[in-house]
């Protein structure tokens, strides 16, 4: 699996807590998983991989790319 980093250059791991601007506030949540390959992306239903998935502050399943995402 290659690194996946945040928009400061930051790896991004399973565990760490991100977070990216969306519609005046911000998506904020754990890491839960990142998924690198096209096969990936089919089985967890996202598109255009690679994606960082979290769940943000309102129990909402979200999913990301990395460049948009500011590690904590």
Known sequence: MSEIKDKQGKLINVGDTVYTPFRGGKHEGEVSDIVTT??????????????????DQNDK???HNPSTLTKE
């Open 38 to 55: 096209k096969e990936e992306a089919e089985e967890k239903g996202v598109k255009n991989p690679p994606k960082v998935l979290f769940t």
């Open 61 to 63: 399943d979200v999913s």
